[in-house]
C-alpha cells in the first residue's frame, strides 16, 4: 500500500491543522499510526488507529487536543490537531500495517508502510 500524508502548514500556537493520509489500499485492513519527528530528535508516536473496530491510541502530550479518525470509504485516515503548541513543530509521518499488535502499536518498526512526510511548524 501507498500512503500520501499532506496537510502540514505553518500555524500559530492555539491554532488547529487537520492532516490527511490517502491510501492506495484499503485502510479498514490496516492498523494506521501517525508519527513525529522534530529536528535533532527521534521519530516519536503520536496517534493510531487499529484496524476497524481496533480502537484509537495516544501519545499523552497529545491525548485532548489530537484526534484520529479514518474514512473507510475513502481509504484516507486523519488527525485533526486542535490548541497547537511550538512543541508540536515536527515532520508529521503517517504509517501503516497489517500486522500491528495492540502491544506494538506504538513503534514504528511495528508497521511496514510509511508516507512522505508534512510538515508542521507552530509558531509561539
Known amino acids: 500500500v501507498q500512503l500520501q500524508a499532506f496537510g502540514g502548514g505553518l500555524v500559530q500556537a492555539g491554532g488547529s491543522l487537520r492532516l490527511s493520509c490517502a491510501a492506495s489500499?484499503?485502510?479498514?485492513?490496516?492498523?494506521v499510526g501517525w508519527f513525529r519527528q522534530a529536528p535533532g530528535k527521534e521519530r516519536e508516536f503520536v496517534a493510531a488507529?487499529?484496524?476497524?473496530?481496533?480502537?484509537?491510541t495516544y501519545r499523552d502530550s497529545v491525548r485532548g487536543r489530537f484526534t484520529i479518525s479514518r474514512d473507510n470509504a475513502k481509504n484516507t485516515v486523519y488527525l485533526q490537531m486542535n490548541s497547537l503548541k511550538p512543541e508540536d513543530t515536527a515532520v508529521y509521518y503517517c504509517?501503516?500495517?497489517?500486522?500491528?499488535?495492540?502491544?506494538?502499536?506504538?513503534?514504528?518498526?511495528?508497521?511496514?508502510?510509511w508516507g512522505q512526510g508534512t510538515l508542521v511548524t507552530v509558531s509561539s
Open positions: 504509517a501503516a500495517g497489517n500486522r500491528v499488535i495492540l502491544s506494538s502499536i506504538m513503534n514504528p518498526s511495528a508497521y511496514s508502510y
Open positions: 489500499g484499503r485502510t479498514a485492513m490496516y492498523a
Open positions: 488507529s487499529g484496524r476497524s473496530g481496533g480502537g484509537t
